[in-house]
């Protein structure tokens, strides 16, 4: 069974950066595709960016790909997400997901373990 502990957000001015960190329990996290949604107040939970279980492939939204960077470290069973150019509607929830298939993928129905989320919250 796998934990997920996201950290790394809090309050930030518009073009302002943030790294997201997330921390995986267990010892299959090489094997794990890995994820970011996020969920903005009164609106579904969204796809931001994933990472093949190798790193070797990442995908984005179209409104994160210039700005955000989807990046893990084995090693340490840790998976970041570096948002940069930060605006208000960036302001939400952030979840990372791991996904037992190791893809990676933009469907939030195939990941299998969730984290608890951590806030962002961009001001204008």
């Known amino acids: 069974q796998v934990q997920l502990v996201e950290s790394g957000g809090g309050l930030v001015q518009a073009g302002g950066s943030l790294r997201l960190s997330c921390a995986a329990s267990?010892?299959?996290?090489?094997?794990?595709?890995m994820g970011w949604f996020r969920q903005a107040p009164g609106k579904e939970r969204e796809f931001v960016a994933a990472?093949?279980?190798?790193?070797?492939?990442?995908a984005y939204r179209d409104s994160v790909k210039d700005r955000f960077t989807i990046s893990r470290h084995n090693a340490k069973n840790t998976v970041y997400l570096q948002m940069n150019s930060l605006n208000p509607e960036d302001t939400a929830v952030y979840y990372c997901?791991?996904?037992?298939?190791?893809?990676?993928?933009?469907?939030?129905?195939?990941?299998?373990?969730w984290g608890q989320g951590t806030q962002v919250t961009v001001s204008s």
């Open positions: 990472i093949s279980r190798s790193g070797g492939s990442t």
């Open positions: 267990g010892r299959a996290f090489s094997s794990y595709g």
């Open positions: 997901a791991a996904d037992e298939g190791g893809w990676g993928s933009a469907r939030i129905d195939l990941y299998d373990y």
